[in-house]
């Protein structure tokens, strides 16, 4: 099951303009330094998105995405050095320093 914090939920409130169509599409990609990066940007859902929602704020994610994200935590951290949606992917075999990139365990 995929979380979302309440501090990942209030941001993306801030970040979209209507709460009730958009929400934040979180996406897989080949690339980055581990070789799978995750890749954000603010949507409106797909008819096969699996959609996730907290206190207003919904993320969607579409289904060869959904393939790497099984039980993610989507968090936002805002401090001096760190600002940003962080994913915390138990699945993946390993993270890149940066944390935008993973390398994928056997996706389900």
């Not at 929400?23 to 954000?40: A, E, H, P, T, V």
């Not at 320093?97 to 389900?108: A, H, L």
């Amino acid at each position: 099951m995929i979380q979302l914090t309440d501090k990942a939920a209030k941001q993306i409130l801030i970040l979209v303009d209507d709460p009730a169509a958009e929400g934040l599409r979180i996406f897989i990609d080949k690339g980055g330094c581990s070789g799978m990066q995750y890749n954000m940007k603010v949507d409106k859902a797909a008819a096969n998105d699996q959609v996730i929602e907290n206190q207003g704020g919904r993320v969607f994610i579409d289904p060869e995405s959904l393939r790497y994200l099984k039980d993610v935590t989507i968090d936002f951290t805002d401090s001096l050095t760190d600002t940003g949606f962080k994913i915390r992917n138990p699945n993946a075999k390993q993270t890149c320093g940066c944390g935008t990139s993973f390398e994928p365990g056997e996706p389900s």
